[in-house]
Structures are given as C-alpha cells and as structure tokens.
DNA sequence: TACATTAATATTTTT
DNA sequence: TATTAATGTA
C-alpha cells in the first residue's frame, strides 16, 4: 500500500481551486478560444495533488498519478486495470481536469458507463461527465457534427452486418458476375473480403491471395464489387462499421484545423483494451493525441482475442517504439484467482513466445487445485454442469457468482435445456441477438427509413412486406420516390396489382409523414399498429414475436430521438435472452452462460469451461494458422483467468456422427493441445464421472440410466 | 414478376 | 443444419 500524499495539501479548496480553473477553461474552449486556453491549463497532478491512493499498490498509484505523455499499462489478467482507470480518471477530475475533455474508450458502453459509476463513487458525481463509450460510438458522435466534411450528409445511419449484406446481395445480383461455371463468392464472403481488406490494411488483392486462394482469379470482378459498394453506402447516406473507424481518420488526417480541435477537446485519452484495436484505431488515437499526446493505453497482450477482426496485437507489443517518451508500467499482481489457476493459466499461456512476459503473482494464498472433468459426452457435460451449481447453491454459493463459458454460442445448447429443465434461471451473452431477428428489423426499418429517407435498403424491407410487392417492384417504387425526394405525403405512385396493399402503402407514408418531433417511444408504438396485419400474416409464432416487439416499446423509452435508438441498436444491440417472455432482470439470481469473448473482462467466483477438447479449443477452423492458433491459447487463457475461487475445465467427448461438421465425420475426443497430460497430472484434480456416480439419473427423459462408462 | 421449390454449400468469435 | 442461390411455376 503506498500513500502519495504532496506538501501543498489544501490546494484545492483554496477559492481558485484547480476545478474551478479546469471549469474556467472548458468555458473557454466553448467559447472557441482553444488556442489561447491551453497554454493556461493547470499542471495537473505533478507534485501538488492530494489525490489518495492508499487502496491501491505501487504500479497502480503510478498510473493513476501519470498525466502527461503517452502511458502503456500492461495489466495482466485480475491485476486491477479498471480499478486503475477508475482512479485515473477520477485523479484527473480532482486535479482540476473538466470531465467533459477525458476520453475514454471501452470495449462496450457498458464498461464504460460502470467505470464512471465507480469514478463517481471514488470522487464525486462530475465523474458522470466524462466522454465515454466505444470507439464506433464515440466516432458515430464525432461524424455526425461533421457529416458533411467527409461527403455525407446530416442524418447518415448505420448498417449492422445484415444491413451490409442484402447491399452486397443487391449489387451481387445488378452485374453479371455468376460466369461459366466458375463458383462465385456469396454476399457475406464478398463482404468478408472487403471488410478485411479495411481492417487488416491490405489491398482487395492480397485479402484473396492470403485468406481466399481459391477466388484470387476473380480479384477483378471483386475489386469492381467493392467499389461499387463504397459507392452506394455513400449514396443511400449509411455508413457500415467499418466505415465509422475509416471516416474519423479521414476527418482527422485531411482537415487538420478539425484535427486540433479534436485534439485540444479531448486533452486527456484512455483506451481500455488496447490489445485489441485494429490499426485504424490506431491511426485514430495518433491524430486525437497529436496536441498533447496524453494518452493511455491499458491492456494485456495475452488477451488478444480479435484478429479476426482485425485487431493487431503488435499495437501493443510495438507501443513503446511508435510514440517518443513512453512511459510503460506493468501490473502483475493477481488480486482475482487463487494460485493455483494462477499457474496453469500462467502455464499455458508462456508457451506464446511472442508476448511480454507474464509474471503472475497471486496477491490471495491458498485456493484449491482446478478440476479437469472427464465426461462421457455434451449431454453428461451438461448434467455435470447443473448439478454441479445446484449443490454450489446449497453450499452457499450464489448462482450470479458463476459462470459457463465456451468456444462458440452454439456450444451450450444442452447446458440452456439442462439449465431449463432444472429450473435454473440463467443468462446468455454472445451469439444471436435480440435485434439480429426478423420482426425486429421490420419494425426498425419503418423508423429508418424516417430517420434517413435514402436508405433504399430499409425502404426495400419494408415495401416487401408488403402483399403482392418482390423486389421489381420495390425497386420501381423506390426509383420513382427517389425522383420526389422520398417525400411521404407525396406517395401516390403504385402500380399495384391488389389494392389493399396499395392502401397499405399510403397509410404507411401518412404515417411517416406526422412523426416528425415524436417521441421514440410513440412513433414505434405507430409503426407496430401499421406493422400488426403483417406480422400475424407473415409468422406462423407471431404471438411470441409480438412479446419481442413489446419488449423493443419498452427498451424505447428511455431514449430521446429515433436516431439515436437506431443508433445505438446497432452499435450497442441488447442482448436477446435480456429480453423476451423468459427474461431475467439484472437483480435476479441467475447463472451467466458466455462465449468467452463476450466474458473478457469480467469475473466470476466458479467458472465452467464447456468442451475444452481439440477442435473446439482450438476451433478446427483455425488449425492451418500457427498465428490463429496461438490466439486460440488466449482464448482458453482469457477464459481460465475469469475465475476467482474455482476452475472446471470439462472435456466430454464428442464424435456425436449425427452431428454436422464440415469436413465429415470428425470426431473431437482429445483434451485441447493447449494443456499437456504432464500439465494435468501437475495442476489438475481429474475427475471422470464414472459408472454409479453419473450424474442426471433424475433425468426423466434421459436414456443414459443404464449407460456404461469406461472412464 | 412474385412466390414456391429444389439444389448447393459453408459453418466461430463481434463493433 | 440452416442459409442462400438457382430454377420452376402460376
């Protein structure tokens, strides 16, 4: 425990104090006087705060206390790196820095929004103030006040993945591209590619040389696709995910007196995560940091876990090399997990030469050994697993304290029915979402086509739905509105067949045309009335859908404007089991069930590792790449590392011949590569659940009473 | 040209 | 398997 206390002590309750400068000058910067402010702003911290930082260690303190230049934190897994940010950014704001000028960028809104809740509980409510969120939504901010700079215009919308593809689909379908009899990539490989090509910063040409061999002779016809792509994205007036990231950079490295403003109104930057950011976000983080260079980044190598998107781990592992006086401060005290997860976690992850060394120390001692579990298959894993939670419960241990993770979404199935079945309610995070179904998009492309009447794609969706109109005709109907500006009380032109839908039509436009200035909550309220007839057409389990859409009326109504609920639906999409007829409120007890992605960061008392079997960790897509394969190892690092008390790794076997795999009939019986039979015998109980002890004989429905176990 | 049917073909992770 | 592209039919 370390006390940095200064001399100057009751500095800032003198009248002038630091805050009411820092307030001062963020009125100045209002005002436009940003050159003259900045030389003026205080020397914050130095030697003169009277910051606390007894709750925190040596490492930690030093962070908190750093403010100008770069800061590279390498926190390795449970050494505190949001408490650090918290107290960081909360040091800031006692030391006189306006809220409004910290930055601060998270993997997910949610993260931000709690470190600022614990920044507020650390120093005051000011802390609430701060800009924070992820990147895209911190550049969807940004764009939107300087739309026209990079040839958009005001009210641009966003496209989520499905959005991108049918965009793709169409400009698939306008040229002639299905020749011969050569096999031509579909909308989402076409769109893979392109993404790639942007977020891995190489040509169209090397994308198909590297990853899609087999379509490099088609790099003509898929370079024509992606510029048209780009083109249209910019005539419909949307941007894609991608494109958020690209255009601030754009915005930052051609408009350089943009640039400095930028710069100068976010004096201070924080990056949670920096091990996974891409080089866009870097080039992002250089302009923004180009005034001051007050920037910190904070993250941990061996959690590098999205390439695929990619992220690029030399962002961090290069840091040091890529701005000038980098100060690097490593946190490798563990307050999270026991020793003994500890060192195989530790263990398993030095087998990447490649990262910075990880030194682990547990700041807890004892702890028990993990539990490697050897299961006969999926479904004996799942009953291992509940009732495994169940006596946890008895023992006292909260469900919300535990967690079951695994590779993929789909990989939890007979857990969701043994969980079900049991009566254990539960929460899944990753996968599908809420806002990825059908009649949830219907409904919002009603409101999109309001918010950005050019999105021809969302005005597609919602002339299909109606009877009797495909997509000739869409496209008739749209080429004719494009003409009227797409002015709704001047839809008369309908070449319809049947009159009712021509009626519909109209009743839509009129619709549209009185919700200027409504609220979000009563505009969607509309749209679904409007939306009814086609539902209950359309979907044979409408009334559960219908549960869906109420849920959506709900979720609305803490929102201002509709653009900013499009907006943050497909930025920030909810969770789908946080919502529907089933759904758990955030205060009931329930158990978490997570892809590990979507758990990095978090932390849980027990942790069930789901299917730790080669093939699945590491997925057998990913086995040609050495590189791919060695992120795999984080993954299961990542995931291991989330426990705190106790560890359940659970390796069923599973050569199920029904189920469908690629390649054939694969069969995954072999514990991951990733951890060696020497590594089990030395950091492992094993536990095979054998004859007489199976677990699930309560099972009513299940056939494995009689099963013989050869473990 | 809309809508239904059949054939083919790629499967993870997410802003 | 489930999704999507191609083809057939009304």
Redesign the pocket.
Known sequence: MVRMRSAVQSRSRAPFSLEWIGFLMGCLYDEGMSGFHYKMTPRVGDASSSFDVSDLNKEQAEAVMHTRGPLLVLAGAGSGKTKTLVYRMARLIHDGVDPKRILLLT??RKASQEMMRRACGVLDARCQQVVGG????FCNMVLHQYATQIEYQNGFTIM???DA?NLM?LI??QGDY?KKDK??P????LLDMV?KSVNTNRSIEQVLMDDFPHFYDLTDDVLEIAKKYHIQKEALNLMD??DLLVKMVHLLNHHPNIRQQLSKKYQYIMVDEFQDTNHIQLAMLKGLASEHQNLMVVGDDAQS??S??GADIQNILTFETMFDNVTTIRLSTNYRSTQPILDVSSDVINHDVNLYEKALVAARSGGEKPKLVEAFDDMEQADFVVDRLLSLREEGVSLTSMAVLF????HSSQVELALTRANIPYKK???F?FTETAHIKDAMAYMKVMVNPDDELSWHRVL?LL??????????IINYQREQQFNFSGMDYAPFKKKAAHDELLGIAALMATTNGMAPTDVLQRVLDAYQPVLKKTYDDFHKREQDLNALVALSARFRSLAAMLDEFT???PESSQVGADAVSDDDEHVVLS????AKGLEWSRVFVLSVVDGYIP?F??LQDPA?IE?ERR?LYVAMTRAKDDLYLIKPNLDDP?A????GGMSFSQLTRFISPDQVDRYFDTWSLGVGEAVGNDDPFGDDAGKKYSL
């Open positions: 993997f997910t992820t990147f895209h939504s989520d993945r499905s593809e689909a698939r379908k299905q096999r031509f579909k909308k989402n490989t993404s995910y991608d876990i999205y695929f998107r590779r993929s979404s789909s995070y990753g996968g979402k299909q009877d009797g109109v495909g997509p000739k005709l869409s496209q008739q930025l920030e999409p892809t590990i992605h979507s997925s897509r990913s791919q992120e993954l029904s469908y795999y690629p390649m």
